[in-house]
Nanobody, 123 residues
Framework: QVQLVESGGGAVQTGGSLRLSCVVS????????MGWYRQPPGNERELVAA???????NLADGVKGRFTISRDLAKNTVYLQMNSLKPEDTAIYYC?????????????????WGQGTQVTVSS
């Protein structure tokens, strides 16, 4: 079973930056893709970033230009760089994986999540 462990959350002021890390128990290239979800307080979980096994990325409209998803294959680690943070970014952030073998040309269909890490942005 794929295991995902997030870290890097914390409390920052508006305009600050954080980098979240997700250590993956499997070779990332053996999976169909990785991503990040977030769940704001009192709201549903939403997808904010995704990356295919081939490296193509997609970002939610609300974070384009501010967030970047990337990976270090040698470290089996996926990152979410978050810049220009706003209070509305406050949420629990979850790393996600599509545990299927690579499908190539398809965005991930996520079926596995980490435990979450809290991000709080204050004015």
């Amino acid at each position: 079973q794929v295991q995902l462990v997030e870290s890097g959350g914390g409390a920052v002021q508006t305009g600050g930056s954080l980098r979240l890390s997700c250590v993956v128990s499997e070779n990332i290239l053996s999976l169909n893709g990785m991503g990040w979800y977030r769940q704001p307080p009192g709201n549903e979980r939403e997808l904010v970033a995704a990356q295919t096994v081939g490296g193509a990325t997609n970002l939610a409209d609300g974070v384009k230009g501010r967030f970047t998803i990337s990976r270090d294959l040698a470290k089996n680690t996926v990152y979410l760089q978050m810049n220009s943070l706003k209070p509305e970014d406050t949420a629990i952030y979850y790393c996600a994986a599509d545990s299927r073998a690579p499908a190539y040309g398809e965005m991930p269909a996520f079926d596995t999540w980490g435990q979450g890490t809290q991000v709080t942005v204050s004015s």
